[in-house]
């Protein structure tokens, strides 16, 4: 055994050291020494020669026993597929290039993917992990929802099917302060005492907190960082242990750094602060007692949660609705992101799906278009005895080269590519941010690889099989279309035809999808989102401290609107979409007797005047606030939907409504009532994919509720106004931070990243796709006029035009456009169902982007076939008659 | 020619099994008992001792030489013949003895195992 193993190292060494020119020597030495013996003995030459056998055949013979053939045999073809194809680089380009787009878009969705919907959390068994959800109506993204305390202790002792309960709450816009420097804004997590021990975590440096740091109730003294800040805030300064820091002007201690993978238990958003607390809201995360399954627990925490809540409305004397409380595994983080991105993601993995076999497609048909043109040289070969073995393994192994070389590419273009996810990505909320990362997975290299491969042989052997579907002596003979047979034409127009098809329906896709984003984005908002710029202001870290901020407020907003390039500016507590609210009220109005079922509680809104300006809201009816307003009898902006409710058919300026005020008063509550003055348009301020919410607006100066979130609109880029806009702030009000400067395009962009992601892609792959597809065209095109030359000649020497020609090249274009259309809607016609289900009000039903898809892909077909049609109809009869 | 020789110079393919075994056998057993010898010379002994009856062509003995080599039981070298001639010597490296003398028990046991078969079968 050892001694074979020898054998094989010396061959395996072998095959990259040939010794031919000693072997020769050898075996001429021997033939030398014999026929010196034969001469003696009296033999002719001849004997000699039958009894030794030629030299040549032995040294075959020894040099088999050198290498290993069949390696070297390899090595050969590959080194003949690299000279082949650097003499065509154009057509290897095009080919390692569509391979290389097809699967680089796919590792970098297959990246994005994994990192969302499957990474595990670096904790221990985060298989037992699980998180409760509550559903509300189908197809709604579930709440997460916090517990309050009673309910979690009520869980914590009643149930039989956790092993442990951990919990926390998060604050994503935390202000965390070291000693002497600016506050930073990081994402807090409070947990509870257990929450490392339960996780089974381990501390990087220092410990990680317990149930001993916990006081009786509220936030402990102890805190424990990120890795990652620790490294970027640190530079991992062991000396960190034991550092005073302000969190949320709470001061802590510092006792360790949380291991450097863990993040907290969110997918993409990145805890840096934990500190342990309790007795406050929290959020569940479970671990399933071993043995018992997701549905015994779901039923039980049902169970336990219904008799809580019953018992509470019994105590109250109201009625229940049923709970509905799903179990859900949450090894791999909480599901919420998992649950917003999963059908955006689904349907990318199957548009760079389609992306992959387009570029499949091509490549074969560019290897099709490319072994027909060497028919006759491996036809010669052939007919020189080569074993056909042996060559389908060389054009195997200039399609594996190709292939790998493609998904090389692809994976380089993959880790570039995740720089245009990431970027995507981290314009959502901050606390939705997903980092992804392609790091060298195995798993993901081997899919990758694996398809690359697949795609390789798959398309390699059909051109290999091409090339010896005729006998020699015919493809020797090569008459103009000789051998050709009417199916292994019909395959290579296929090929070009479902290229078109598939293009289609990715451009179409495209179309569908950016309508629907410029939808989300400007019509249906009740806003315009563009040109406004937001400031917000920090009074708390000023001076101006629990003083009187209208009278500074009022000389700020005149000092910006007479900026030049500010069109007009405007205050307000949030903005539309930014995710925050000031509250809703019941009202009541003048007249109106309202059922109780159908009550509505619109949301209450501090705005200075000309806010709808700013916002580009237009006013329905009646007319906006001014600075008269103050001091006089109170008066309110109502919704449109607000309107229709209450004053249905009639015009509610001039009337009048009373804020119904409930436990918790608002600062200007009283019952005195508020006459309407105008009626704004609807608007969506909380979540785009709501409908538009029935609001009210107050007067923040006449009401004396002011807040500080200045809107500029400009009639120029916003942006550049921003360090006007900061001069001022400073000169009007000298020690007052900036705490955050944005637009509001960015902010409602934030919340459309599913949305976003999808576009911006699809419009990429998209316009991948018609480029494969120019390609697929222009190679079968060039290709078939390289073969139809003689004919054309003939064609020509029989008078035809160069308009004949240029139209006979362009019937094939038209006919292959035309069977790729027809095939092409109907596939979009069975996309849109599918899409229609994973996208949320996607509205795919006109013709238009079909239309608009046909007409580019057209334009590319025609594109691509210009210069075979130019070298056709430029032919030279003679010449072409010539050509063989 | 006898009937030794013509299985011995069938193409390579055929010949394996046995006669590969044989071949090494009758290789490092002439190594062993002569010294350093060229590749015709071993050829040359082999018919020698065989009185013809086993003549080795060259596409059967290098590529079994070259086995033996690359198996470690032979080592080769390049040296000068008597008449000046540059050559590849091949001598029995210590492996090579102990696999000779393995294969030689070996085959003397089969040898005598074959013999009283064949004794007592006639």
Sequence with gaps: MKQKLREWGMRLWGTFKSRDAEIEEELRFHLDMAEQDALLQGDSHREVYLRQGGLTQAAESVRDQHAFPWLSDFFRDTRHSVRLLARSPLFAAAAIGSLALGIGANTAIYSLFYTIMLRQLPVAHPEQLVEFLFSGDPGQ??????????????????????????????????????????????????????????????????????????????????????????????????????????????????????????????????????????????????????????????????????????????????????????????????????????????????????????????????????????????????????????????????????????????????????????????????????????????????????????????????????????????????????????????????????????????????????????????????????????????????????????????????RLQSTPGVRSASITACTPLQGCGTGSRFLNAEGFVEQPEQRLRPAVYFVTPRYFETLGIPLLAGRDFSPRDAGHPRVVIISNAVARHYFPGQNPVGRNITVVHDTRPLPFGDDQPYEIIGVAADVKPFELRDAPFPTMYFDMFQVNHVFDQFQLRTSSDPTAIAETARRLVREVLPDMPVKRVTTLEAQVDSNIVPERLIATLSEFFGGLGAVLAGIGIYGLLAFSVARRTNEIGVRMALGATAGDVSRLVLRDTMGLLCAGLIAGSFLVMLGRPLAASLIQDLKPESAGPLALAAGAIAAVALLASYVPVRRASRLDPMSALRHE | MGAGSQSISMPNEEKAGVLQGTLDLMVLQTLATLGPLHGYAIAARIEQVSSGAIQLNMGTLYPGLLRLEQRGFIRAKWDKTENNRRARFYSITATGRRQLDVEKAGWTRMAGIMKSLLGEEA
């Excluded at chain 1, 934990?274 to 479970?286: E, G, S």
């Design chain 1, 141 to 558: 993204v579930r709440d997460d929802g916090y517990w309050g305390w009673d309910r979690y202790e009520y869980i914590r002792d009643h149930n039989h099917v956790l092993s442990a309960l951990t919990g926390m709450s998060f604050d994503n816009l935390a202000s965390l302060r070291v000693d002497g420097s600016d506050p930073q804004t990081v994402i807090e997590e409070s947990v509870l005492g257990n929450y490392f021990e339960v996780l089974g975590l381990k501390p990087a440096i220092g410990r990680l907190t317990t149930r001993d740091d916990v006081p009786a109730s509220g936030e402990a003294e102890a805190a424990v960082v990120s890795w990652s800040w620790w490294n970027s805030r640190f530079d991992r300064d062991p000396s960190i242990l034991g550092k005073r820091i302000f969190v949320n002007d709470a001061p802590k201690t510092i006792v360790g750094v949380a291991p450097r993978g863990y993040f907290g238990p969110r997918v993409g958003s990145r805890t840096d602060v934990w500190i342990p607390y309790q007795r406050d809201t929290v959020r569940l995360l479970a671990r399933i007692k071993p043995g018992v399954t997701r549905q015994l627990a779901q039923a039980e925490m049902r169970v336990l949660l219904q008799s809580l809540v019953e018992q509470k409305a019994a105590r109250n004397h109201t009625k229940v609705k049923p709970i509905q409380l799903d179990v859900e595994p949450a090894g791999a983080g909480f599901a919420r992101v998992r649950e917003q991105y999963g059908k955006a993601l689904m349907l990318l993995l199957g548009v760079v799906g389609f992306l992959l076999l387009l570029a499949c497609i091509n490549m074969a048909s560019l290897l099709l278009a490319r072994s027909a043109g060497r028919q006759r040289e491996l036809a010669v070969r052939v007919g020189l005895g080569a074993g056909r073995g042996r060559l389908v393994r060389q054009m195997l192994t200039e399609a594996v080269m190709l292939s790998a070389a493609g998904t090389l590419v692809g994976m380089l273009l993959a880790y570039a590519g995740t720089g245009i996810l990431v970027r995507i990505m981290a314009s959502g909320r901050a606390f939705e941010h997903i980092d992804v990362e392609v790091h060298p997975d195995v798993q993901l290299l081997a899919v990758t690889a694996g398809i690359g491969m697949f795609t390789a042989f798959l398309f390699g052997l059909a051109p290999a099989m091409y090339a010896f579907r005729a006998t020699p002596a015919n493809a020797l003979q090569q008459s103009a279309r000789g051998g050709d047979t009417w199916l292994w034409r019909l395959f290579g127009k296929g090929l070009v035809a479902a290229q078109v098809a598939l293009s289609i329906f990715l451009v179409t896709g495209t179309a569908v999808f950016l309508a629907h984003l410029s939808r989300l984005r400007n019509f249906e908002l009740g806003f315009r989102s563009d040109h406004v710029l937001l400031l917000t202001l920090d009074p708390d870290h000023s001076s101006y401290k629990s003083k009187p901020l209208a009278a500074p407020y009022q000389r700020l907003l005149e």
